[in-house]
């Protein structure tokens, strides 16, 4: 089974972007996120949960809150076929994966190897939106109209979370690791 480290937008970004997931799920007739935006920081094959929370809550527990820049343009990605804001990979957020990324490789743990540097996304909605409009790409551009300067350029990261792949949400929660503030 497929786990997933992510991490958590604050509850004020949150509220923020529902009227532009409410917009993109009216208009491209997508059902909205049951969860709140996330970045996918790693994907796991079938861990050691107990290891694997262990070696987490000791990786992360230096850092602190912090903010990510978001490309001001809204993708779709052909693999997972999820709505998303391209991450800007620089800074806190590219240390933390690359963090988390090589300690699990070296205590042996199924994950994929990340490229200098890793595409980041942060999820607004999964669904089959790229199968609908036949992308091609690796990623689309999906709504021009929101291509503006009054678009949010930062989200703060409040948490990591660590979920297992399931469509219940509230099983799919296993942990939860809280980051300090700054």
Not at 67 to 79: D, G, H, S, W
Not at 107 to 133: D, E, R
Request: charge should be positive; glycine fraction near 2%.
């Amino acid at each position: 089974m497929k786990y997933y480290l992510v991490a958590i937008c604050d509850n004020e970004f949150c509220k923020d972007i529902q009227p532009i997931q409410k917009s993109l799920s009216k208009k491209y007739k997508i059902s909205p996120s049951i969860y709140k935006p996330y970045i996918v920081l790693e994907t796991i094959d079938d861990p050691d949960v107990e290891k694997l929370d262990e070696i987490i809550t000791k990786l992360i527990s230096p850092y602190k809150k912090f903010k990510v820049e978001l490309n001001e343009l809204i993708y779709t990605t052909t693999p997972s076929r999820a709505v998303n804001f391209k991450i800007e990979s620089k800074g806190y957020i590219q240390r933390i994966n690359r963090s988390i990324n090589d300690l699990l490789l070296l205590h042996g743990f199924n994950v994929k190897i990340n490229p200098t540097p890793p595409s980041l996304y942060m999820c607004l909605s999964n669904n089959m939106i790229a199968q609908k409009y036949g992308v091609l790409k690796d990623y689309i551009i999906i709504d021009k109209s929101l291509e503006s300067k009054s678009m949010y350029t930062t989200a703060k990261i409040d948490r990591i979370e660590l979920w297992k792949s399931t469509n219940n949400k509230k099983e799919a929660l296993i942990k939860s690791y809280m980051l300090s503030n700054y």
